[in-house]
């Protein structure tokens, strides 16, 4: 059994305060069967106050960052999963070059229209849309063969759980219960608010993630004890199986 960083043992259905790099170091290879995440976009663009500075150096080191995290996440999934991650059309691009330096590929692209239009400048069009890359496993695939790759799941400005990039619990559900059966793994590496591992408890999943920041790791583990509490009274979370609770 191992210990680390002042945490209890290393558990499904479970959240940990703890960079998602050494999370995954924590996994067995091979025993997670899809992880859904939302990781910082991490592009930006600085004035020297006459005109934009050339970004390609943030580009490129987020690049470098999106690659370390991307081979470890595909060395705890199994043959038959998959990787959704979210980004949007600034950090296409630098997750392009990312996902080609860790030798994989994208097998689709979600556009997850919002059905709302956000704030926007003076010169371009508001933005209505997010972007989720499929990366799949050799075994992967998808029963539902009539998917299409643009889906509609309602937002707003106004966050529930107050997470500046916090997401709809419907569109939560919607990749997991198209990408896994009940009772196999979820992991979500940059938990934020939690929604990814409450859509796992409503969906009659497992789960373990790893948020670093310690207010919204508190905010997150509060969310999900509440969603535990809630589903218990209807007796549909399973206990982990003795396979499952050998991931560590």
């Known amino acids: 059994m191992t210990t680390f960083g002042g945490c209890e043992l290393l558990e499904l259905n479970r959240i940990y305060n703890m960079d998602c790099m050494e999370g995954m170091d924590e996994i067995k290879p091979q025993t997670i069967d899809a992880i859904i995440t939302d990781p910082p976009y991490m592009i930006n663009t600085k004035s020297d106050g006459q005109g934009k500075l050339s970004p390609w150096a943030d580009y490129c080191n987020g690049a470098w960052w999106y690659t370390a995290w991307i081979k470890k996440a595909r060395k705890i999934l199994k043959p038959t999963g998959c990787l959704w991650t979210f980004l949007n059309w600034r950090s296409f691009v630098t997750f392009q070059k990312a996902i080609c330096d860790a030798r994989w590929s994208i097998e689709s692209v979600l556009v997850w229209d ?29 029963e539902d063969r009539g998917l299409a790759d643009i889906q509609r799941f309602k937002w707003s400005s106004i966050k529930p759980n107050g997470h500046p990039a916090e997401k709809p619990i419907s569109l939560m559900r919607w990749l997991i219960t198209n990408s896994t ?57 399973p206990e982990p199986t003795a396979e499952q609770m050998k991931l560590i």
């Open 114 to 142: 919002k059905c709302w239009i956000g704030p926007g400048g003076d010169k371009g069009l508001r933005p209505s849309y997010e972007l989720v890359a499929l990366l799949a496993m050799p075994e992967f695939k998808i």
């Open 181 to 237: 059966k009940e009772g196999q793994i979820v992991c979500d590496l940059f938990v934020g608010s939690g929604t990814t591992c409450a859509a796992a408890i409503e969906t009659n999943r497992q789960f373990i993630g790893f948020e670093l920041d310690k207010t919204w790791y508190d905010a997150a583990c509060k969310r999900i004890e509440q969603h535990k509490a809630q589903i218990r009274l209807f007796d549909i979370v």
